[in-house]
């Protein structure tokens, strides 16, 4: 059976899309085959199939198998606002236990190689009583963190990091993704960041002005 991981990040836009595709491609590279899901995603786009959804596309593009749309991204929400605000102006209901079970069909696919993609970061809201972090927990299945290298990053870490370990999830490796190509210093908040994360460090991405998750995934390895 295959091996199924949630990214989440530090924060909104730590590059958690990113970083999966790069492993997406990493995956491939090895020869495995791959799936990703994006159980819920905000600031979707009219098309004439529907919402869409620029990461859960970007995701589909980068796994090897082909999946419909709506098991790629089940729940899409038009404003790019908190997902769970997003849904109640839509009159849409998230549900930690429906999420998860949409998630086991398609870890049942067995690829060798699936990634179930969070919004925003560890603690974001599904509902009023439930959050992003209650998924891998129902699902039983490790996490992979994103920083996103930027000044105050090592407080967002570590918060996130102390968070996913109180709710005793395994986290099987973080990534260190710069998202500010003027950060002073990112050597030794590097350096920093891996004394103090006591998890398998998969490596760090530099700022890509191109975007190419191609050459991203170069800088890493897959977690064990």
């Not at 869409?52 to 098991?71: C, H, I, Q, V, W």
């Amino acid at each position: 059976m295959g091996k199924t991981y949630f990214v989440t990040g530090t924060d909104t836009d730590a590059g958690k899309t990113f970083v999966s595709v790069a492993l997406l491609h990493r995956a491939k590279e090895e020869g495995l085959t791959t799936a990703a899901i994006k159980p819920v995603a905000a600031g979707c786009e009219e098309t004439e199939d529907g919402l869409r959804n620029g990461d859960a596309l970007a995701l589909s593009e980068a796994m090897t198998f082909n999946l419909p749309y709506p098991e790629v991204n089940p729940v899409a929400v038009e404003p790019p606002i908190a997902p769970h605000i997003a849904a109640e102006d839509s009159d849409i209901l998230i549900s930690a236990p429906v999420l998860a079970d949409h998630c086991r069909k398609t870890m049942a696919r067995n690829a060798d190689f699936t990634l179930i993609e969070g919004a925003g970061g560890w603690r974001v809201p599904l509902n009023r009583e439930e959050a992003f972090s209650d998924l891998p927990r129902l699902l039983d299945i490790p996490v992979i963190l994103v920083v996103g290298m930027k000044l105050g990053c090592i407080n967002h870490a570590m918060l996130t990091y102390e968070a996913i370990c109180r709710d005793r999830l395994n986290i099987a490796g973080w990534v260190a993704n710069q998202i500010d190509p003027e950060m002073s210093r990112k050597e030794d908040n590097l350096e920093t960041l891996k004394q103090l994360i006591k998890a398998p460090f998969l490596g760090y991405v530099p700022w890509l002005d191109d975007e190419d998750q191609m050459f991203a995934c170069a800088g890493l390895t897959l977690p064990a």
